[in-house]
């Protein structure tokens, strides 16, 4: 079975300041790897995925992260952030089926607290 | 892009009684949808997958008696709490996926269900 860890369970940070939110997998066959951000009392919103290609994904709201598949790492960056990041992040994993269809493993969450 | 709609947003129910949770996708077909909950800071919980027109799948330790859950169509799926107790409350998250198109997995925006 596949899992996700999240080694930081907060990121505090100041604004315009670079981030680095850390993701490692574990999984025995090829995976997806996925980020979401959840902002309080909604629900999660993709940042990005890797899918297959680029080991450099880049997403949505100027973040991007890297595939490293000799480390197990899909860890998370933005050089610049702002006020309006702040909110747990999820690292999240799934297998690859033919088809399609299978569910997500989500990891611990990080919450990112940008400051002034 | 891809939308799923969750309602209600928000519920406040008496114990015992049963609460209806809404998930639909609005503009693609969703051939499978997972539902989750998520206590307080802390990660989402899998507690069942469902695909069109077949029983649901539940996780470990998830009562399929108490949290029903139908897909009857390719829109629609429910999940019913029934004889909701306070231990029930928590933030109920669906999500669905479409075969056709981008892989990818699109959230709803979770009910916040107390049970007083």
């Known amino acids: 079975a596949q899992s996700v860890t999240q080694l930081d369970s907060q990121v505090p940070v100041f604004e315009e300041a670079p981030v680095e939110l850390r993701c490692n997998y574990s999984?025995?066959?090829?995976?997806?790897l996925f980020w979401y951000v959840q902002y309080p009392n909604q629900g999660l919103q993709l940042l990005l995925k890797?899918?297959?290609?680029?080991?450099l994904v880049k997403g949505i709201n100027g973040f991007e992260a890297e595939f490293n598949k000799s480390q197990t790492s899909f860890h998370l960056r933005k050089p610049s952030v702002h006020i309006s990041d702040t909110a747990e992040y999820f690292c999240?994993?799934?297998?690859?089926?033919?088809?399609?269809?299978?569910?997500?493993?989500f990891g611990t969450g990080t919450q990112l607290k940008v400051e002034l | 892009g891809a939308v799923v709609s969750q309602h209600p947003s928000r519920v406040i129910c008496k114990s015992g009684t049963s609460v209806k949770i809404e998930c639909r996708s609005l503009?693609?077909?969703?051939?499978?949808m997972f539902w989750y909950r998520q206590f307080p800071k802390q990660s989402l919980m899998l507690m069942a997958t469902?695909?069109?027109?077949?029983?649901?799948?539940?996780e470990q330790g998830v009562e399929k008696d108490k949290f029903l859950i139908n897909h009857a169509s390719l829109t629609l799926s429910t999940l019913t709490v029934t004889s909701a107790h306070p231990e029930d409350s928590s933030f109920y998250i669906c999500?669905?996926?479409?075969?056709?198109?981008?892989?990818?997995?699109?959230f709803g925006s979770g009910t916040r269900l107390t049970v007083v």
């Open positions: 999500s669905a996926i479409n075969r056709q198109g981008v892989y990818g997995y699109t």
């Open positions: 999984s025995s066959v090829s995976v997806y």
């Open positions: 890797y899918l297959s290609g680029s080991t």
């Open positions: 999240a994993v799934t297998i690859v089926l033919t088809g399609g269809g299978n569910k997500l493993t």
């Open positions: 503009d693609f077909q969703a051939t499978t």
């Open positions: 469902s695909n069109e027109g077949s029983k649901a799948t539940y």
